[in-house]
């Protein structure tokens, strides 16, 4: 089992900037994709970013250009630069990771609030 563990999320202006972090309770066996979703009140949940154990990419067209994702494989952790934040941004945040041959794990979330 894996416990992941958020940070960073907070209250900030339209246009303000955020940095989220996660911290995996021990390292994964084999290649794993990490990355973020969000899930706004009523809503849906959505995947903004994951990133491969290789690097390669993936974000959500809503925030394409605005966020960016990273990854340490060594701690292993994953990051979310969030620039140019919208009020439609505004959701709890996990972070997911999953193994090629395991199941998926979720962090318990963090609040980002983009006020008007």
């Known amino acids: 089992q894996v416990r992941l563990v958020e940070s960073g999320g907070g209250l900030v202006q339209p246009g303000g900037s955020l940095r989220l972090s996660c911290v995996a309770s021990?390292?994964?066996?084999?290649?794993?994709?990490m990355g973020w979703y969000r899930q706004a009140p009523g809503k849906q949940r959505e995947m903004v970013a994951r990133?491969?154990?290789?690097?390669?990419?993936m974000y959500a067209d809503s925030v394409k250009g605005r966020f960016t994702i990273s990854s340490d494989n060594s701690k292993p952790s994953v990051h979310l630069q969030m620039n140019s934040l919208k009020p439609e941004d505004t959701a709890v945040y996990y972070c997911?990771?999953?193994?090629?041959?395991?199941?998926?794990?979720w962090g318990q979330g963090t609040q980002v609030t983009c006020s008007s």
């Open positions: 997911h990771a999953i193994e090629y041959d395991g199941p998926p794990y």
């Open positions: 021990r390292r994964f066996l084999g290649s794993v994709i």
């Open positions: 990133i491969t154990y290789a690097g390669t990419t």
